[in-house]
Every structure is written in C-alpha cells, then in structure tokens.
C-alpha cells in the first residue's frame, strides 16, 4: 500500500514543504529510505521502527520504502520522525491515510514514543499556513512557539499512541480543537530591567548620545577609561528602545526558533534582545555557521542591540565580518548545502578604553609606547569604523556628580521620548517599507532629509575638512535627521548638522596620535 505525509524543513528562516511517501509491499523484510538524508534523518529509520513497536503496535514484515520529495533537496533535522512513523502505519492500513490529509507533522520520536521538541517549529508552521494548510500536529513541548502563527489550528502531540488517537477524534470532530490564543496571551508585558540611565550619573553628553542612537537605530562606539559608565550606558539603551512590531517580533521569534533557543523568546515577543558576546567570539559565533548554517550573535540581536565590549579585545577578522552587514542588515552564508540568509539588522555598540592602560591622551598619566598603541588601535580598520555614526568620548565623571544626590532622568521618561520620534519617522516613511532613519537609502535621501541653506552649506564645507567619505556624509546625514525629529523639525538645520558632525568627530582625535 501506498501513503503520503506533509512535514517540512528549515533552510535559513524559512522553510520548504516536503512530502514523506510510504510503500510497503511484498519481499525481503528491509526499511530503506532515500531523498538525499543526512546523519539524523537517516537515523530516523530506528528510532521510528523501536517507537512503533514500543507502543505496542506490531506490524508484518514487509518491505517498506520511505521516499522524501522534493528529492532535490538536502532533508536535515529530527522533525522527520513522526512524519515517516504515520507514513508507514498508514501505509500498513494501521490507519487511514485519509485522516492524515490537510495536516502538517513534525516531531522527534524516543524509542518509547514519545514526542520530543525540535527546533524551526514555527517556520514550518508559517510554511503551511502559506500552503493552505490549516492544521499542524506538533510536539506538546513546541505548542507555544506554534501559537504564534495566526489562522491555523494546532495539535499537540505527547506520544505516538496519543496523536494516532488524536487524528481520529480530529477527523470526527474537527470543532473540538478549533481553540487558538490571541497575541496578547502568548506574550507577556516586558518586566523591569536593572539598568536604568537614574543609575547613570553625570555623562549628559554620553546620555544625549545614547537618545539618539535609539530614536535612529544608529550605530555609536564610547571610548573613555576603565570604570566611566560605557557598560551601564549600553545595557540602559535597550531599556529605552520602544517595543517591537509585530512584523518584527515574528521575524526574531523565527530566528530564534530555527536556533533552538525559542525559550529566550517565550514571553518576551515584544522585547528587542541585547545580546554581548565575549570577545574571544569566533566568526562563526557572531556571524553563524555550522555544516547547516544556523543563526550567530549578530542575527539573536535583530532590531535589538548587539554590544561588543573591550572591543580591541576582539579579533580584527572577526570585527570585518560586521561591515557588510552593518551596510544590509542581512547576512548572506553560502556553504556547499547551499546558500543562506538570516537578518542581521542590529544596533551596533561598541565600548574600549583608549589604551591598555586606559589613559592615553593624557601623556602625563598614560605609559602605553608608541609600539603598543598602534597594535591597540590597529584592530578597528577604517571602513569598520566609517561604518559607526555616534562616536563618543567618555570622561571620568566627578566626585561631586556621583554622590551629590541630584535626580537623574529616568529611563522610562527617555524612552517615551524615543517612541515619540520613531513615530514621527513611521509617519514619515509611510509604506515606503523604510523604518528607521539609519535605514533611508542614498535614492530617498533629497525627499526625506531636506537641508535649509545654514545646514546644506556647513554639510559642504565639512566633507573636505573633516575628509569624510561618502558614507561618512551620508551617516551624517542621517544623524542629523534623527536630531531634527527629536526637535521636531520638518527640515535639517545647521545646529543638526553641526551635532551631528560633533558625535562624528569627537572621537577621532583618539586616532590622530601623530
């Protein structure tokens, strides 16, 4: 007899349909299973073979033959096993095939039975919604991360008996498993966070830096000595970005979902991640990798932030696999599987003292040799820097500031003020399917950043003086249009563009050592 189940698999974020066909037959008692299997999925075959028997389900030698089309494409992952078990049973007339049409499965199977959770439920849930599909039978422990697709009914599997069972009862009274959660009771509200820019005292220029970079989505980088704040300021700018959409949400939940780590997600749909590997990250860590490719520390930080602390700790290598991204917010891994995008749109932010000591430029403190500081700097290339917007120098706040007992802004005031610009953009950009102003590309630059005559004139004089490239200008461009939005101007300004060239500026003086 002949059978076919619907199950799917991830490439990226996405995922493609597979269908599973089953034929049992007369002859020599052999399980074979073809289509271009890897390592797991060939493995399924005995693990679906002890599953059947351990549920007490005993079956007559025969010779069945598993098929997997397309059978063009690589079939990864342990979704696979519950697809093949009800493909053979169904094939052995255990039951009927016709319950199984219209619903998508996908599980891993123990030898006992039992259902087990597997990684990229949600992109394949998404891939049968696309297809028409209405139904989706998944494992118990992955429900939740299913749930988030709307439109489509889902059933949870504890054991093979049990979904066996429940496929009848589906078929008879389809009603009877219509139940599906709305949004709002699949995601919590974000709790407290313990960085708070009240904890951060004086840096009012660090601070009003911070406010830009989060109402723009810009990239900053902080230097200054060990022990001023650069840390605290990072981890207080994810507490003053505004809630995710739920476009963008849906997005991060399927990169996190294909990476095994939905956990990190569950409650937190609306919450942009601040991710901060450590610096002995390899490429592979933050741009990801793996035989199949999955997503790296620069992709869990989609429309989050992605801070890189003691950033000359790093490895230059690993800093230049950001520059592409940071210019597309994808990034694009080609292995001999195939070729593989994930987003990668992060707000970058970097901290690193101006030496190893920490002191340098005051040469009255500093004892770093000229030897030191060029091997110091030499990890951050031009380009890698060309591509921050915000560059700040963090000073050593005073006595007086810290323990003077003034009230410091909030973050939550902050962060209303922050939600009140990018609302100002969203209405801005309208469906033009831009979100942010880091984001205006160079063709929509003269209808979105208008400059009066003070600001287009001083934008001028600075590209030769300050020898910016073009994408230092069109950064500084951008900058400025964040600043005007917090100023609630329609067009640039020379004191938006004069703040802007100052946070490009700023830092450089770092560099110059001559």
């Known amino acids: 007899m002949y059978s076919i189940v619907s199950t799917a698999i991830v490439r990226g974020i996405r995922s493609v349909l597979v269908q599973v066909e089953a034929d049992v037959c007369d002859g020599l008692p052999v399980f074979e299973m073809v289509g271009i299997l890897s390592a797991e999925v060939k493995e399924s075959r005995e693990r679906v073979k002890a599953a059947i028997r351990n549920s007490g389900i005993r079956l007559s030698p025969k010779k069945v033959t598993v098929n997997f089309y397309p059978a063009d494409v690589r079939k990864t992952g342990t979704g696979f096993d519950l697809p093949v078990a009800l493909a053979v ?117 660090l601070k009003r ?22 840390t605290m300021a990072a981890r207080a700018v994810s507490a003053i970005l505004p809630s995710l959409l739920e476009e963008e949400g849906l997005e991060l939940a399927k990169i996190y979902s294909v990476s095994g780590l939905f956990g990190q997600r569950e409650g937190r749909f609306w919450t942009r991640h601040f991710r ?9 860590g933050l ?75 005051d040469r009255n403190k500093c004892r770093c040799s000229s030897a030191v500081l060029e091997r110091h700097f030499g990890k951050l290339s031009r380009p890698f820097l060309d591509r921050m917007d915000l560059t700040v120098e963090v000073k050593r706040p005073e006595l007086s500031e810290i323990t003077g007992g003034q009230t410091e802004e909030s973050s939550e005031s902050v962060r209303m003020r922050v939600q009140e610009v990018q609302e100002i953009q969203r209405r ?26 003070g600001g287009e004139k001083l934008l001028q004089e600075s590209f030769d003086r300050m020898d910016l490239s073009v994408r230092g200008y069109y950064r500084t461009l951008r900058v400025a249009r964040t600043i005007a939005d917090m100023d609630h101007a329609d067009t640039i300004g020379r004191l938006h563009i004069m703040e802007s060239l100052l946070y490009r500026s700023m830092g450089w003086k770092v560099w110059e050592r001559e």
């Open 209 to 230: 830096a911070c406010e830009i970079a989060a109402a723009g989505r810009h990239n900053m980088l902080m230097t200054g000595p060990p022990g001023a704040g650069k």
């Open 276 to 284: 901060s590997p450590h610096h002995t990250v390899s490429i592979a």
């Open 287 to 361: 741009a990801g990798g793996g035989t199949v490719p999955k997503p790296g520390e620069l992709s869990l930080a989609h429309k989050g932030v992605l801070f890189l602390d003691e950033l000359t700790e790093f490895r230059r290598e690993v800093l230049e696999v950001l520059r592409q991204p940071l210019e597309e917010g994808v990034i694009r891994l080609v292995r001999q599987s195939g070729a593989y995008e994930f987003p990668a749109d992060v707000m970058l932010i970097g901290a690193m003292n101006p030496c190893n000591c920490g002191y340098y430029p």
């Open 428 to 453: 801005r950009f309208g469906d033009s399917g831009i979100l942010y102003n880091s984001r205006i590309p160079v063709s929509h630059m003269k209808e979105f950043c208008p400059l009066d005559t």
């Open 89 to 205: 049973l169904a094939a052995h007339g255990r039951i009927p095939g016709e319950i199984l049409e219209g619903i998508l499965f996908a599980g891993e199977i123990g030898l006992n039975g039992e259902l087990r959770p597997t990684a990229g439920i949600l992109p394949m849930v998404l891939a049968a919604r696309e297809a028409g599909k209405h139904t989706v039978c998944v494992p118990r422990g992955n429900v939740r991360e299913a749930e988030i697709a709307k439109g489509i009914t889902i059933l949870p599997g504890d054991s093979l008996n049990q979904v066996l069972a429940m496929v009848e009862e589906f078929h008879r009274n389809p009603e009877k498993f219509s139940g599906v959660r709305s949004m709002e009771e699949i995601s919590e509200p974000p709790g407290e966070t313990l960085w708070d820019f009240s904890a951060l005292h004086g840096q009012k220029v």
